[in-house]
């Protein structure tokens, strides 16, 4: 079956339909990791987002249980220039067009990835819909344009309830925003009693559960919508050691008085350069964000800079130069990824253990 690809400034592509079929609108971007498909399908930052994979061959390896991010899928729309049809490889569970037909996801294939990329990269991301629909272009290029891209995707993709993981270690709340399996597993690891809790949770419910540690998570969409979120994170700063990841980064940020702008193109994949100011030395990261903190936006501030990206120079990384709170733009717990920078949980982990043994007390809810 056909497919077409259309985007707002009338760039059209066609190709053949795999997944899903009908339509959907979303956000056009692009991801340049050679593996880890199945990772971006469920990692919830992607939500409201037609991914491209700039890699040409997707789903060779096939899908499984083992390597989800979360329990669906969140892409609204999958873009690749070849779809394997005969995965090969052991924990192979599905076919990327199976999994795609059953988690209801659009793909298309067939189509000039190399070609769409540069437009991405020149014009920035742009709204699009890809449909397998009989639709005039012109009509489709029209509803491209009077789409309004969502502002609610964090409350679409957090929990609706707490839920506990329970260990004998440190207890550590963690805010969904849009977590990933994989910080889940990198504080277990480390024998954490995990809290999730709602991403619009106020003080004193974070409070209650009497944690160690606050984790602020990846997720999607701008930071500037979540004002309500970031005013708790104020009230927090100080009271209990923090450690954000991505939108958790921005939301810290922003808690303390720097600013966010969006990217041209985002960052998006598993092989982004970020070199720590401290020690000189430079990392390979795992990353997925459309939207950086102002580094100018930090003079006036108590953060300080920490990590930096070698790519175009934006801030990576921040910590507070009074209260036990840093946080990093790239994802630490890299799924999928190199595991570089998975030293940083454990380095939360020492400063919860410097602040709580430094005689500080958890306020009152």
């Not at 060779?60 to 999958?78: A, L, P, W």
């Not at 994949?269 to 936006?297: C, W």
Request: hydrophobic share 35%.
């Amino acid at each position: 079956m056909k497919a077409r690809l259309v985007l707002e400034d009338g760039s059209w592509f066609e190709g053949e339909s795999f997944g899903a079929t009908g339509e959907s609108f979303g956000e056009v971007v692009f991801n340049t990791g050679m593996a880890g498909y199945q990772e971006v399908l469920t990692d919830p930052s992607y939500c409201g987002q037609i991914v491209t994979m700039t890699y040409p061959l997707v789903g060779n390896y096939g899908c499984n249980m083992d390597d989800i991010e979360s329990t669906k899928s969140h892409v609204r729309g999958f873009v690749v220039r070849e779809a394997a049809k005969h995965p090969s490889h052991y924990r192979s569970q599905d076919s990327l067009d199976a999994y795609l037909k059953r988690e209801n996801v659009i793909g298309i294939e067939g189509i000039d990835t190399r070609r769409l990329t540069r437009i991405l990269r020149v014009h920035g991301t742009m709204r699009g819909v890809i449909t397998t629909q009989a639709t005039p272009l012109e009509e489709l290029v029209a509803r491209v344009n009077a789409f309004d891209l969502a502002h609610d995707q964090v409350a679409q993709v957090t929990t609706k309830s707490a839920y506990r993981v329970p260990a004998d270690g440190d207890r550590i709340v963690l805010l969904d925003f849009g977590t990933k399996m994989g910080t889940l597993r990198s504080l277990r690891e480390r024998g954490c009693d995990i809290v999730v809790l709602p991403a619009f949770s106020t003080r004193e419910e974070i409070l209650a559960w009497k944690p160690k540690g606050i984790m602020l998570s990846n997720g999607p969409g701008d930071p500037e919508d979540l004002l309500p979120i970031v005013e708790v994170i104020k009230q927090l700063i100080g009271q209990i050691p923090m450690f954000g990841i991505c939108m958790g980064h921005q939301l810290l940020s922003l808690a303390c008085g720097a600013t966010t702008e969006k990217l041209q193109f985002g960052h998006r994949g598993a092989n982004h350069p970020v070199k720590d100011l401290r020690s000189g030395r430079v990392f390979i990261t795992s990353q997925n964000h459309g939207y950086v903190v102002k580094e100018k936006s930090l003079i006036g501030t108590d953060l300080q800079l920490t990590h930096i990206n070698q790519n175009d120079g934006t801030v990576e990384g921040v910590r507070h130069a009074v209260h036990a709170a840093f946080s990093v733009q790239y994802h630490p717990e890299a799924r999928p990824g190199p595991d570089d920078s998975d030293y940083l949980f454990d380095d939360f982990l020492t400063m919860i253990e410097a602040f709580w043994e430094g005689g500080k007390h958890v306020a009152k809810a």
